[in-house]
């Protein structure tokens, strides 16, 4: 074995070691924005609603991506597809979701309609999609099969996915600046549609260029998986020459790069959301100072009773 040889393995190693290690973080990250997002009454919102089951689709994602790793069966390999979908389609859903509450008027009339009920249906009905579009195919379908469908089926049409997310957005945001002239500098109670909006156009602005920069990022995370779809299809019907040691190398960064998006989706909401970093202080760091708090009165207590002994 030469010298090149034995450090490509040894960084193929160390990738594989980093891979299980940003799924790990990404599983406790999504873990604590889940909490946060639960255990905090100001973000108990249709607001935040999607931005919660983006945070299940990461965690279950990261998850499966760790047990996949362990036993490779092909019943993880369709919860690890389903989990990444139900994430890109959320991502979709966000945008649709903050157009709607551009468009319909007056937003009573969208408070009407958008409940947190069907928000939720909306939810379970991306989930059902995503599992039936990916179990029987993978439980069912053959070898031959899967990769086709892998290459030029469930790819491509994440791609399509990633596509109209980002029209969407666009047209989205092209509404929002039509709003802005009537944006006031400071919050007032008003009777005028225009008026009442004005605060959900800050709302979408910002929500949406937080969700635009997890859209890129899942993007650019997403791409190398996707070309290692396709190579592995030319490779196994004998029409590429690329080894498969290269490929298995090229497969295992792919696989790295592929786990980042949900360890880095938390520190978006973290960086953007300000009711997110709010909810985390006031949940988190409140019962430290309650702890310190109450481990100097014990130590104040225990001080006083020495002293009364002593005297």
Not at 51 to 56: Q, S
Not at 150 to 168: E, M
């Amino acid at each position: 074995m030469t010298l090149q040889s034995t450090m490509g393995s040894a960084i193929i190693t160390v990738i594989t070691y980093s891979g299980a290690v940003i799924s790990g973080l990404a599983v406790l990250e999504n873990l604590l924005v889940m909490v946060v997002l639960a255990k905090t009454s100001h973000l108990r919102i249709k607001y935040f609603a999607f931005v919660f089951n983006l945070a299940l689709a990461d965690l279950a994602f990261a998850s499966m991506l760790i047990a996949y790793s362990l036993k490779q069966a092909r019943v993880l390999s369709a919860l690890l597809h389903s989990s990444f979908l139900v994430s890109v389609l959320m991502i979709l859903a966000v945008a649709v979701h903050r157009y709607l509450a551009l468009t319909i008027s007056p937003p009573s009339r969208y408070d009407a309609l958008v409940t947190r009920c069907r928000l939720v249906v909306v939810c379970l009905l991306l989930w059902c999609f995503s599992l039936a579009l990916h179990l029987p195919v993978t439980l069912v379908a053959s070898d031959e099969v899967r990769l086709i469908l892998s290459a030029w089926f469930r790819s491509p049409l994440v791609l399509v996915v990633w596509i109209v997310t980002a029209v969407l957005y666009f047209f989205v945001f092209r509404k929002i600046k039509s709003y802005i002239p009537t944006v006031p500098s400071s919050p007032v109670v008003c009777t005028d549609n225009k008026d009442q909006a004005a605060p959900r156009v800050l709302q979408t602005r910002r929500l949406l260029v937080t969700f635009s920069i997890i859209l890129v990022t899942s993007f650019i995370c997403w791409i190398p998986y996707h070309i290692g779809q396709i190579m592995e299809y030319f490779i196994e019907t004998g029409q590429s020459t690329i080894s498969n040691d290269t490929f298995n190398n090229y497969n295992t960064i792919a696989a790295c790069v592929y786990c980042l998006s949900p360890a880095i989706n938390p520190l978006i909401y973290w960086w953007r959301l300000d009711g997110f970093r709010q909810g985390f202080k006031a949940l988190f760091c409140r019962r430290v100072l309650q702890n310190q708090e109450l481990k100097e009165t014990v130590n104040g207590n225990e001080d006083q009773q020495n002293t009364e002994t002593i005297i």
